[in-house]
């Protein structure tokens, strides 16, 4: 089992900055790959950024040239560092550990971007 608790959502002007942190816990032992997810209501939830355990990141084309994605392996944490915010970035963004036994989920951080 993995726990997974995100944090650093909250409300941000277009144009600024937020990072979004998650911390894991658990057996991680069977995790491949870690990544951000964000979701809308009455929208799918979408991926944003991925890494794998061996630091290689994949981003959605929103996301690319704007947001990072970064991962420490001795902590069990993953952040993503978003630039230059648009109000379309609003979301509630959700944590992930992919495994071989399936997908861990956090509870979701909204960050909220004003025009």
């Known amino acids: 089992q993995v726990r997974l608790v995100e944090s650093g959502g909250g409300l941000v002007q277009s144009g600024g900055s937020r990072r979004l942190s998650c911390a894991a816990s658990?057996?991680?032992?069977?995790?491949?790959?870690m990544g951000w997810y964000r979701e809308v209501p009455g929208k799918e939830r979408e991926l944003v950024a991925v890494?794998?355990?061996?630091?290689?990141?994949n981003y959605a084309d929103s996301a690319k040239g704007r947001f990072t994605i970064s991962r420490d392996n001795a902590e069990n944490t993953v952040s993503l560092q978003m630039n230059s915010l648009k109000p379309e970035d609003t979301a509630t963004y959700y944590c992930?550990?992919?495994?071989?036994?399936?997908?861990?989920w956090g509870r979701g951080s909204l960050v909220a971007v004003s025009s």
């Open positions: 992930n550990a992919h495994g071989t036994s399936g997908d861990y």
């Open positions: 658990g057996n991680m032992a069977n995790i491949v790959a």
């Open positions: 890494i794998t355990s061996g630091d290689k990141p």
